[in-house]
Every structure is written in structure tokens, then in C-alpha cells.
């Protein structure tokens, strides 16, 4: 037995990010580690700890006993505080610890994905002990790592990558979002149509449909008389969906037509991820 067809593209993108972290920090300086990120209240280091993290999760290995600060200002709720206990615990770890911790844990999920032969639809832990599927999890795990690899880019100035393997397994988590985004969190009118047109590495041009239930559907043909209109480039989309920047910081490589204010309540509530 071997991996399935379906989850290859997830293991692929995972091996493409993870290798291109890793090579992004082998010529760091201990300062460089200490850098900030786009990630609230996380340095270099601390992505790493969590990429780290996400692959002892992914491993089943246990989760670290260890007691957080009560001053970690970015830590407002359960997820954040599930997720900072991988980070904090590795905080005064140095550099060759690090790369070294890094590696092994490349190495042991290798091994585990040379040797996965469930089903996709295989029932698996998540996160603060939720359920899901072996599929979601491997896709969900991609697109984290991909995400985190653009993370460690933009605080290195080291920009790649915005067209590979990971890329296209986030462009289809984001595009899964979108329709929950616009008829549910931005209420846009029933029986109305929001057109986005993404340029760039990766370019799409999608169009989701609400009908006169209020439910939205993604769909490609494009919309006639849409209610709005949003045309970005490809990385503004991601880092406005992970919500690594604002609206109103980046209103010079948006562009926005038709209603203002459903055009406001869509990037209002844009970000997906927790």
C-alpha cells in the first residue's frame, strides 16, 4: 500500500514548503531568528517552533506540558492559546536547536507519508480535539505550511514561491471560504452576485452567486451587472485572507467597483484563518 491519489498533491506541497523553509534558514544569524513577522506577536523563531509544532501534531506525538505567560498580548483566545503552547515552549531555544529539532521532525514525517496507506476519508485527530478527516487534515496542514513559508519570506525579504505546489492547495482552501465570506458574514443581497479577480502567480477570476435563500456558491463563470466587484493581486488576496495586513494598508493594490458598502463588509471580514 502506499498514498493515496487524493492526498499526494497535499504531501507534495508540504514536502515543497517544508524543504524551502528549511533552506531559508540555514544561513541565518542568530539576531535574524528574533525578526519580527507578519504573524501578531511572533519573531522567526516562533513561526518555526509552530511549523515545528503543526508536524509533531501531524505525528501524534504528545502536546508539550507547559504553563503560558499571562502577558502574551496576542493570545485573546482557546485557539491561539492551544496553538502559542508548541511556540512559547520552544521561545529560549537556539538557532542549531532549532534547525536541528526542524530536521528530525522532516525526517519522521517523511517516513510516516512513505508509509500512510489509510483512506482519506480516515477519521483523525485536530486541533483542541476536534475530528476531521485524514484528507482535510493533510490539505489543511499544506496550506498552513505554505502560508507560515510566506510568513518566514516577507519578515527575511526572501520573496518565491507564490506560484508553488502550496500556493495552488491555498488558492482552493481561500476559494472554499469565499462563499461563507460574502452571503453569511458580509450579508450580501440575496439574488446578487460578488465578482473576484485575482492577478499574478496565481490568477482566478470567480464569481460567487447568493441566491434568494442567502446562500452563496462559488462559481467561474463570470457575473453580468455583479453588486461588487474586488480585483487584486494574488498575494494581497492571501495575506488579506490570513490576515497579515489590512484593508486600509494595502487600499493601493485593490481595487474595488459597485457597492461601497458591501464592498467594505467583504474585506471587513475577510480573514478566514484563526
Not at 6 to 29: F, G, M, R, V
Not at 75 to 83: A, E, G, I, L, P
Request: proline fraction near 7%.
Amino acid at each position: 500500500m502506499s498514498l493515496h491519489p487524493t492526498l499526494q498533491p497535499y504531501a507534495d506541497a508540504w514536502t515543497h514548503s517544508i524543504e524551502a523553509i528549511s533552506e531559508l534558514l540555514q544561513p541565518l544569524a542568530e539576531a535574524e531568528w528574533n525578526r519580527r513577522t507578519p504573524c501578531p506577536g511572533w519573531s522567526v523563531r516562533d513561526v518555526v517552533s509552530h511549523v515545528i509544532g503543526l508536524d509533531c501534531e501531524m505525528l501524534g506525538d504528545p502536546r508539550p506540558i507547559h504553563t503560558l505567560p499571562r502577558d502574551l498580548f496576542h493570545v485573546t483566545n482557546d485557539h491561539q492559546r492551544y496553538m502559542e503552547m508548541q511556540v512559547d515552549v520552544r521561545r529560549h531555544h537556539t538557532a542549531p536547536e532549532m534547525t536541528s529539532e526542524l530536521e528530525y521532525v522532516i525526517i519522521r514525517r517523511n517516513r510516516q507519508l512513505r508509509n500512510e496507506s489509510r483512506d482519506p476519508g480516515t477519521k483523525v485527530r485536530g486541533p483542541l480535539g476536534t475530528e476531521l478527516t485524514l484528507e482535510e487534515s493533510m490539505r489543511r496542514h499544506a496550506f498552513d505550511v505554505w502560508v507560515h513559508e510566506q510568513d518566514l519570506r516577507t519578515a527575511l525579504g526572501r520573496p518565491g514561491n507564490l506560484d508553488s505546489p502550496g500556493a495552488q492547495v491555498a488558492r482552493d482552501v481561500l476559494l472554499g471560504e469565499l462563499p461563507r465570506v460574502v452571503a453569511e458574514d458580509a450579508q450580501a443581497p440575496r439574488s446578487s452576485a460578488v465578482v473576484f479577480d485575482v492577478h499574478g502567480p496565481v490568477e482566478f477570476l470567480r464569481t460567487i452567486r447568493v441566491d434568494i435563500q442567502g446562500r452563496g456558491t462559488l462559481e467561474t463563470a463570470p457575473a453580468l451587472g455583479p453588486a461588487a466587484t474586488l480585483t487584486l493581486d494574488w498575494e494581497t488576496y492571501v495575506r488579506l485572507a490570513c490576515g497579515r495586513v489590512t484593508p486600509e494598508s494595502v487600499t493601493d493594490r485593490l481595487k474595488t467597483e459597485g457597492d461601497p458598502d458591501l464592498t467594505a463588509a467583504i474585506l471587513h471580514n475577510f480573514t478566514v484563518t484563526k
